[in-house]
């Protein structure tokens, strides 16, 4: 099975400046774009990269705020 990475701040979640916020709503721009773009991968690009539909799904129906 494929472990599949999409883009994650490792840092606390502090919201106590404006920089902190907009950062945090980058990283959910970021999820929600990369999980848009693999649920409208192709098979052919799902098999050369050795994930499965069903781990694509699992992924794309994340919430946007989930890592």
Known sequence: MAHISLPYTSQPLHLGSF???AEVLKTWRQR???RHELANLDQRTLRDIGVSAG???FEANKPFWRA
């Open 19 to 21: 920089a902190t916020f």
């Open 32 to 34: 929600a774009r990369a």
């Open 55 to 57: 781990e694509i799904q």
